[in-house]
């Protein structure tokens, strides 16, 4: 299956009531090399956005994550593909009300119980220093379980 060149939903408040939940089989999804433009083209307003951010919450870290940027469900299957990119761009997105509504945050219990051997399920407690929800150790966990199943 080919992915498309746009996603298929978009991350927007007024169609977040239009989204379906539905059960897969599985998830397929890959790491590839993307420029997010948003992210460069206001990367000055990003860095602010998150010097402002870090010094009302000091142990801010400005770490890597995926974010999602093509996808598509055929026959119980999601297919995409994902790109690196820093927290402070993530960070921005989310706080200024998504203003790329091609690119998505999938990061979720979800994606760690499928990298985990066997099946089994990482669970990560929040910290008082994140800003979106997410453990700060999470991404890190994640990193090292992906290269202890790669060894």
């Known amino acids: ?4 060149d746009k996603p298929e939903v978009t991350a927007k408040p007024e169609v977040v009531a239009k989204l379906e939940v539905m059960a ?7 790491v590839r090399p993307w420029q997010w433009e948003f992210a460069r083209a206001r990367r ?4 602010r ?17 995926l974010l999602l940027n093509c996808f598509a469900v055929h026959d119980g299957v999601l297919r995409g593909s994902s790109f690196e990119t820093d927290y402070a761009s993530f960070l921005a997105w ?13 990061f979720a219990a979800a994606a760690l119980q499928g990298i985990c051997a066997g099946g ?3 669970v990560l407690q929040q910290t008082g220093n994140s800003a ?3 453990a700060k150790g999470a991404y890190l966990i994640a990193d090292e379980m992906i290269k202890a199943r790669a060894a």
Do not use: C, S
């Not at 956005?49 to 994550?65: C, E, I, S, T, V």
């Not at 989310?94 to 999938?106: H, K, L, Y």
């Open 1 to 4: 299956m080919t992915l498309p």
């Open 24 to 30: 897969l089989d599985r998830a397929e999804i890959a």
């Open 44 to 47: 000055a307003e990003i860095d």
């Open 49 to 65: 956005h998150f010097a402002r951010r870090k010094l009302a919450q000091p142990a801010l870290w400005n770490g890597r994550l």
């Open 94 to 106: 989310r706080d200024w009300d998504f203003p790329d509504a091609g690119v998505f945050n999938i």
């Open 120 to 122: 089994a399920l990482a």
């Open 132 to 134: 979106t929800g997410y």
